[in-house]
């Protein structure tokens, strides 16, 4: 397996702007995970699936973001529309069970 | 790079020399622990993990102790190495609602 997949790498956009981020998880892992990483706040959880369906979005910073998990092997987080504090990386993660695998996360930058 | 330049607190050991690197998780109720590894322009990676029946477990240069009576977790690395260099996090997780939470993180730097 090639690992979490998540594209793009890199996003620049205008603020005002939609942005999707995608994330293909691990075949076979049952829970998925989004976390943004900032200078200020670290590692945050946002939301996260177990077996497609959304647990805990308590982490969502508000409702300019969303998520959704369409099938076992992709998820979205959009932001719409996007503000120069969205500006991060924002990392997909999935699991089965035990240690939660990370992508290589999308740096996004709001300008 | 994806260093992020968190202000972080940080740590510098001597190469050769072993590291600690401490943590603090917050749920009293957390059954689950690990230790994750995260360098530059990389997601964290997975280094070792504990369960909350266990004290003390070791891995390859590596031992995480678990002191559940005061909620703390530590990471020991042994005769540390430049490629050692990283953020270290610590994640707590309640298996049964499977919520990966992530602590503050400790960058540890390799002094020649």
């Known amino acids: 397996d090639a690992g979490v997949i998540q594209s793009p790498r890199h996003e620049v956009t205008e603020m005002g702007q939609e942005v999707t981020l995608r994330c293909k998880p691990i075949s076979g892992h049952n829970s998925l995970f989004w976390y943004r990483q900032t200078m200020m706040r670290g590692l945050e959880l946002l939301i996260y699936?177990?077996?497609?369906?959304?647990?805990?979005d308590s982490g969502m910073p508000e409702d300019r973001f969303s998520a959704k998990m369409p099938n076992a092997s992709f998820s979205t987080l959009k932001i719409q529309p996007s503000e120069p504090r969205d500006s991060a990386v924002y990392f997909c993660?999935?699991?089965?069970?035990?240690?939660?695998?990370f992508g290589q996360g999308t740096r996004l930058t709001v300008v | 790079g994806e260093s992020v330049g968190l202000h972080l607190p940080t740590l510098s050991v001597q190469e050769g020399d072993n590291s600690i690197i401490n943590c603090a998780y917050s749920n009293s109720a957390s059954d689950y622990f690990i230790w994750y590894k995260q360098e530059s322009g990389k997601g964290p990676q997975f280094i070792i993990d504990i369960r909350s029946n266990m004290d003390k477990r070791q891995g390859q240069r590596v031992t995480v102790l678990l002191n559940k009576t005061v909620k703390h977790l530590s990471l020991q690395i042994a005769a540390t190495q430049p490629g050692d260099s990283a953020v270290y996090f610590c994640a707590e997780m309640l298996q049964g609602a499977q919520k990966l939470v992530f602590g503050q993180g400790t960058r540890l730097t390799i002094n020649p």
């Open positions: 993660a999935s699991n089965l069970n035990t240690e939660a695998f």
């Open positions: 699936f177990n077996n497609n369906v959304p647990i805990d």
